[in-house]
């Protein structure tokens, strides 16, 4: 398995941006399809983000598209997710994580076999 570390999360207030990075190790991500979930205590862990392996196929949630991007960098085995505009609703710890390689941009949490530990995101009214 891919070991993920995520890293960049915090306290901010609405409106603020953050920049959170999930760097891998023990093997390329560079074909697999990667993604970003996050789980706010006592709900569901939800889906945020993914991408295909290829790049090809990028989708998001209805409740961030147009304020958060995410992006690789297979040169530097990490991945990224831009967040703009944060409101409080997006408050939870964002969780990165992979596929097997050659697999498709996926939004279930069992078509993921790797995961980070998790980075908490509190966004103040």
């Known amino acids: 398995q891919v070991q993920l570390v995520e890293s960049g999360g915090g306290l901010v207030q609405t409106g603020d941006s953050l920049r959170l990075s999930c760097v891998a190790s023990g093997d390329t991500i560079s074909k697999s399809a990667m993604a970003w979930f996050r789980q706010a205590p006592g709900q569901e862990r939800e889906f945020v983000t993914a991408?295909?392996?290829?790049?090809?196929?990028?989708y998001y949630t209805e409740f961030v598209q147009g304020r958060f991007t995410i992006a690789r960098d297979n040169a530097k085995n990490t991945v990224y997710l831009q967040m703009n505009s944060l409101k409080p609703e997006d408050t939870a710890v964002y969780y990165c994580a992979a596929t097997r390689p050659l697999t498709t941009a996926a939004m279930k949490i069992d078509e993921y076999t790797s995961w980070g530990q998790g980075t908490q995101v509190t966004v103040s009214s």
């Open positions: 991408m295909s392996w290829s790049g090809d196929i990028t």
